[in-house]
């Protein structure tokens, strides 16, 4: 299996009057693995489909390598697909459900029970085989869906939600599973999600997607660490981050009471967001509030603050008891400055 | 089984008095078929096989009856079948694409089954004269085929309604054209959907006596609905040979509705379990 890259270009879905997916640009690299992240309704979903060949654009090319495809029946665009809910035939034997992609493409025999055979002996379930999808758990059923779909050796590998219907043991196992069965074959692979763990451990690159419109796409760690905008800094990160609406001015950022120097030299000044990572946040520091909810989460607590208005959660190896006043400080190498319009702003030291 | 709870008993016994009307009107349609001379319920001579010699014998001009039986049987069959055919696509249709006037076609579909079929015995009459159908078990097929349509229609909307998108998207992907998608995973999945409507199909075309009352008027084309009420209209009814006749109509019935009855259920249970 020999992963193609995967282009679409100024890809548009309406529905009606409703703009489900406007004008994306996104290049995949032969065998990477792009994850799509988003809430539901962000048009990620839509655009897998369309990748698919299950909807017609209204708008855009895609490519799979040279081959322009967004024409074409999706039987002929040689692409692989897990479902959220499997979507295994109920009436059909896992053998036969893997076989299905197969006996359309006229193989027959021999040839096609051997690659039923090494297709689930590679996802571990060729002792289920006789099986019907009712009798096998769901975390079989998920593997017989993912055996199906890799068994023709589809160029582009396609994943709808595909850990969402497994409890929360399994699903971090698959997750590792479904991830290095990619790398070993090298099928380039579209993963959507709205689960940002499942993107951000699974995937190369992540996608964002917001109301239609791709947010950002840039690796895990770019995503983390320089978020493009403030929807995007808000959604990708857990538990959130800190999004204080306030202005920037005299080296310093003002909200209502609360008062937070920035050590550096601000572009434009006036109205902005300032973004902080709980993590980024200490005790000990300028900032004086009031503790209103402590969450012990194992190996930290998790303390939300009333800075004068403001609410600000932070990780902390301290436990301050609720009603308390506490000192916060802030790293300020790692805050994040966002515009009025909620673009990123990169600080000048 | 568990004994009923005592409150259970006198419900029974309530629907038990219910049911006393018809249970006794069956009993009525045997005892009068099989003894020369009944009293209300009550055989007052010896059992006799005279009101069963229909069966062996042409009785009064009438044609044999086992050319009303097979007729009838030609009938349902193909009412059945055409009936499950034409309303699974149909309804496929209507439950899984977007078309223009699909809203228009439903509400259409849904006016059509309430809509008094009798009433349009007449023009049918005049379109089937037109296209050379009438008085042939063909033309009387074909009415009522259409005229069960909109119920077969909408049962099955809700059968193919309850499939997942997903697995349809699954097959396209795998591979398959919609119609065979239609074919070979759609129709194997609303089976219980299939078989309630054939039997329901079945049982309403055995029992249709108008339109082929109407639109048949040959002899050798006579469906048993018409053959048993050709002994009710001369001057002297022979109520031991109606029972009789009626006995042999039943017998199907009772046979569909043994080997159908859990199919039917699914009328109301709808939809598959993955």
Redesign the interface.
Request: glycine share 10%; charged share 15%.
């Given at each position: 299996m020999k992963g193609i890259a995967l282009r679409l270009e100024g890809l548009t879905k309406h529905f009606g009057r409703v703009v489900a997916l406007q004008a994306l640009d996104l290049d995949v690299r032969a065998g990477e693995m792009v994850a799509f992240l988003g809430p539901s309704g962000c048009g990620k979903t839509t655009t897998l489909l369309m990748i698919a060949g299950i909807y017609q654009p209204t708008a855009g090319a895609i490519y799979f390598a040279d081959r322009r495809v967004d024409h074409l029946h999706p039987r002929d665009r040689d692409v692989g697909m897990v479902f959220q809910s499997y979507a295994l035939y109920p009436h059909l034997t896992i053998f036969e459900n893997i076989a299905f992609p197969l006996r359309l493409k006229g193989l027959r025999g021999n040839e096609l029970a051997s690659k039923v055979r090494q297709s689930a002996e590679l996802l571990g379930i060729a002792h289920l085989l006789e099986r019907r999808p009712g009798q096998v758990s769901g975390g079989q059923q998920q593997r017989a869906a993912l055996a199906r779909a890799l068994v023709k050796e589809p160029q582009v590998l396609l994943l709808d939600e595909p850990l969402s219907n497994l409890d929360a043991q399994i699903r971090l196992q698959a997750r590792g599973e479904i991830r290095r069965l990619q790398l070993d074959l090298g099928v380039t692979s579209v993963l959507v999600t709205h689960d940002q763990a499942e993107a951000l451990a699974m995937a190369d690159r992540v996608a964002v997607f917001s109301l239609g419109e791709l947010q950002q796409f840039a690796s895990p760690d770019e995503l983390y660490t320089r978020p493009a905008n403030t929807f995007v800094a808000g959604f990708v990160g857990h538990p959130p981050m800190n999004l204080i609406r306030g202005t920037f001015a005299d080296g310093a950022f003002t909200s209502n009471g609360l008062k937070i120097p920035v050590p550096f030299r601000l572009p434009p000044a006036g109205g902005g967001t300032l973004g902080m990572r709980p993590e980024d946040l200490v005790v000990g520091g300028p900032i004086r509030g009031r503790v209103v909810v402590v969450e012990p989460l194992g190996r930290q607590v998790l303390v939300t603050v009333d800075a004068a208005g403001s609410t600000l959660t932070m990780l902390t190896n301290v436990r301050p008891s609720v009603g308390e006043t506490v000192a916060v400080g802030v790293n300020s190498a790692r805050l994040h400055l966002f515009d009025a319009g909620g673009r990123r702003v990169e600080a000048a030291a | 089984m568990p004994l009923l709870p005592p409150r259970w008993r006198l419900t029974l016994i309530v629907l038990a008095a219910l049911c006393v009307p018809i249970a006794s009107g069956v009993v009525w349609l045997f005892l009068t078929g099989t003894f020369d001379r009944v009293h209300g319920l009550i055989p007052v001579r010896s059992p006799s096989l005279d009101n069963w010699r229909f069966l062996w014998q042409s009785v009064g001009g009438r044609p044999p009856v086992h050319v009303a039986i097979v007729n009838s049987l030609v009938f349902a069959v193909l009412v059945a079948s055409l009936e499950v055919v034409i309303a699974s696509m149909a309804a496929y249709a209507i439950s899984r694409m977007s078309f223009p006037g699909r809203r228009l076609y439903l509400g259409f579909v849904l006016v059509l089954h309430a809509f008094p079929a009798v009433s349009l015995i007449i023009a049918i009459f005049y379109i089937l004269r037109l296209l050379g159908l009438f008085d042939t078990l063909t033309g009387v097929i074909l009415v009522k085929a259409a005229l069960e349509l909109p119920l077969g229609i909408w049962l099955m909307k809700g059968f193919f309604d309850t499939l997942?998108w997903?697995?349809e998207?699954?097959?396209?992907?795998?591979?398959?054209?919609r119609w065979r998608l239609f074919w070979k995973?759609a129709m194997?999945?609303v089976?219980p959907g299939l078989l309630a409507l054939g039997t329901f199909a079945l049982l309403s075309a055995w029992g249709e006596f108008i339109l082929p009352y109407t639109l048949i008027v040959s002899s050798q084309r006579t469906l048993m609905s018409s053959y048993l009420q050709t002994f009710l209209t001369e001057g002297y009814s022979d109520f031991g040979m109606v029972a009789a006749v009626g006995v042999v109509y039943a017998l199907p019935v009772v046979a569909i509705f043994l080997v159908g009855q859990r199919y039917l259920l699914n009328i109301y249970g709808g939809g598959?379990?993955?």
């Amino acid at each position: 299996m020999k992963g193609i890259a995967l282009r679409l270009e100024g890809l548009t879905k309406h529905f009606g009057r409703v703009v489900a997916l406007q004008a994306l640009d996104l290049d995949v690299r032969a065998g990477e693995m792009v994850a799509f992240l988003g809430p539901s309704g962000c048009g990620k979903t839509t655009t897998l489909l369309m990748i698919a060949g299950i909807y017609q654009p209204t708008a855009g090319a895609i490519y799979f390598a040279d081959r322009r495809v967004d024409h074409l029946h999706p039987r002929d665009r040689d692409v692989g697909m897990v479902f959220q809910s499997y979507a295994l035939y109920p009436h059909l034997t896992i053998f036969e459900n893997i076989a299905f992609p197969l006996r359309l493409k006229g193989l027959r025999g021999n040839e096609l029970a051997s690659k039923v055979r090494q297709s689930a002996e590679l996802l571990g379930i060729a002792h289920l085989l006789e099986r019907r999808p009712g009798q096998v758990s769901g975390g079989q059923q998920q593997r017989a869906a993912l055996a199906r779909a890799l068994v023709k050796e589809p160029q582009v590998l396609l994943l709808d939600e595909p850990l969402s219907n497994l409890d929360a043991q399994i699903r971090l196992q698959a997750r590792g599973e479904i991830r290095r069965l990619q790398l070993d074959l090298g099928v380039t692979s579209v993963l959507v999600t709205h689960d940002q763990a499942e993107a951000l451990a699974m995937a190369d690159r992540v996608a964002v997607f917001s109301l239609g419109e791709l947010q950002q796409f840039a690796s895990p760690d770019e995503l983390y660490t320089r978020p493009a905008n403030t929807f995007v800094a808000g959604f990708v990160g857990h538990p959130p981050m800190n999004l204080i609406r306030g202005t920037f001015a005299d080296g310093a950022f003002t909200s209502n009471g609360l008062k937070i120097p920035v050590p550096f030299r601000l572009p434009p000044a006036g109205g902005g967001t300032l973004g902080m990572r709980p993590e980024d946040l200490v005790v000990g520091g300028p900032i004086r509030g009031r503790v209103v909810v402590v969450e012990p989460l194992g190996r930290q607590v998790l303390v939300t603050v009333d800075a004068a208005g403001s609410t600000l959660t932070m990780l902390t190896n301290v436990r301050p008891s609720v009603g308390e006043t506490v000192a916060v400080g802030v790293n300020s190498a790692r805050l994040h400055l966002f515009d009025a319009g909620g673009r990123r702003v990169e600080a000048a030291a | 089984m568990p004994l009923l709870p005592p409150r259970w008993r006198l419900t029974l016994i309530v629907l038990a008095a219910l049911c006393v009307p018809i249970a006794s009107g069956v009993v009525w349609l045997f005892l009068t078929g099989t003894f020369d001379r009944v009293h209300g319920l009550i055989p007052v001579r010896s059992p006799s096989l005279d009101n069963w010699r229909f069966l062996w014998q042409s009785v009064g001009g009438r044609p044999p009856v086992h050319v009303a039986i097979v007729n009838s049987l030609v009938f349902a069959v193909l009412v059945a079948s055409l009936e499950v055919v034409i309303a699974s696509m149909a309804a496929y249709a209507i439950s899984r694409m977007s078309f223009p006037g699909r809203r228009l076609y439903l509400g259409f579909v849904l006016v059509l089954h309430a809509f008094p079929a009798v009433s349009l015995i007449i023009a049918i009459f005049y379109i089937l004269r037109l296209l050379g159908l009438f008085d042939t078990l063909t033309g009387v097929i074909l009415v009522k085929a259409a005229l069960e349509l909109p119920l077969g229609i909408w049962l099955m909307k809700g059968f193919f309604d309850t499939l997942s998108w997903e697995m349809e998207m699954a097959a396209l992907v795998d591979g398959m054209s919609r119609w065979r998608l239609f074919w070979k995973v759609a129709m194997p999945l609303v089976r219980p959907g299939l078989l309630a409507l054939g039997t329901f199909a079945l049982l309403s075309a055995w029992g249709e006596f108008i339109l082929p009352y109407t639109l048949i008027v040959s002899s050798q084309r006579t469906l048993m609905s018409s053959y048993l009420q050709t002994f009710l209209t001369e001057g002297y009814s022979d109520f031991g040979m109606v029972a009789a006749v009626g006995v042999v109509y039943a017998l199907p019935v009772v046979a569909i509705f043994l080997v159908g009855q859990r199919y039917l259920l699914n009328i109301y249970g709808g939809g598959v379990k993955g």
